[in-house]
């Protein structure tokens, strides 16, 4: 097979190899398709995922560099901790997940435009029924202020969209997650395309296939069978 950008059917939930995904636009591996739980189950497996605007084809993407954040590199800044403990924050998990992927969307159409089309959030929400996806939200005075989704069904968390509408909150959520997964001695988040925000926070990147050997190992993971159960996460920043 050669480096193209190929068309997925309707039926057939495969995808080509991510090594095959285009130089230019860099990582563009296929279009079409459906966003069904299975199909989307199937490509974080693989390493790819989806990322559109309202006006396109479905397009799912492998870049050739990926961004991680490995746990015990996450940046966490003096300043950060003193806000965290001037603060009376706590944090939740799957609470809120609808809430949270709407201030998602929201807090992108609000500053450059949004790939959270009504498509994308109702196959994260049926994810969400299914298990696959999940919310970790920030509250300040009983009011969710900050948080982030994503999907775990390994060792590594993928991470998809945050928001904040107070200061540092979508870093709170950040921390909270990186100090929940390494409870339960996950692996890394995947963060896939890198910027200054998130190097900030202590990401790193890798190559596609540095990204898939780690991915592949990842898979051996045995995920806890309660750590995704609606709940308050106690002394999460200790």
């Known amino acids: 097979m050669s480096k193209q950008v190929y068309q997925l059917g309707p039926?057939?939930?495969?995808?080509?190899?991510p090594e095959l995904a285009l130089d230019?636009?860099?990582?563009?591996?296929?279009?079409?398709?459906?966003?069904?739980?299975?199909?989307?189950?199937?490509?974080y497996q693989s390493g790819i995922f989806p990322w559109f605007s309202e006006d396109e084809p479905i397009m799912w993407w492998s870049p050739s560099i990926r961004a991680v954040i490995n746990l015990s590199n996450f940046h966490i800044s003096k300043s950060l901790k003193k806000y965290q403990k001037k603060n009376n924050f706590i944090v939740k998990?799957?609470?809120q997940f609808e809430s949270v992927i709407d201030s998602c969307q929201q807090q992108r159409v609000n500053q450059e435009g949004t790939w959270i089309t009504p498509s994308m959030k109702q196959a994260y929400m049926s994810l969400h029924q299914t298990g696959l996806a999940h919310s970790v939200e920030v509250y300040h005075n009983n009011k969710i202020v900050g948080g982030l989704?994503?999907?775990?069904?390994?060792?590594?968390?993928?991470?998809?969209?945050?928001?904040?509408?107070?200061?540092?909150?979508?870093?709170?959520?950040?921390?909270?997650?990186?100090?929940?997964?390494?409870?339960?001695?996950?692996h890394f988040i995947d963060c896939q395309l890198t910027n200054p925000y998130l190097t900030s926070l202590g990401a790193s990147e890798l190559t596609r296939q540095e990204f898939l050997t780690k991915l592949k190992l990842a898979q051996k993971y045995k995920m806890p069978e309660n750590m995704w159960q609606s709940q308050e996460l106690d002394n999460i920043y200790e």
């Open 93 to 95: 998990i799957n609470t």
């Open 24 to 43: 230019e636009p860099d990582g563009l591996l296929a279009f079409g398709g459906d966003l069904s739980n299975q199909r989307l189950k199937l490509a």
């Open 149 to 186: 989704y994503g999907i775990m069904q390994s060792g590594v968390f993928c991470g998809e969209s945050m928001f904040h509408t107070m200061t540092n909150a979508s870093k709170l959520a950040c921390w909270a997650l990186v100090n929940w997964l390494q409870r339960h001695n996950a």
């Open 11 to 17: 039926v057939e939930y495969g995808f080509p190899s």
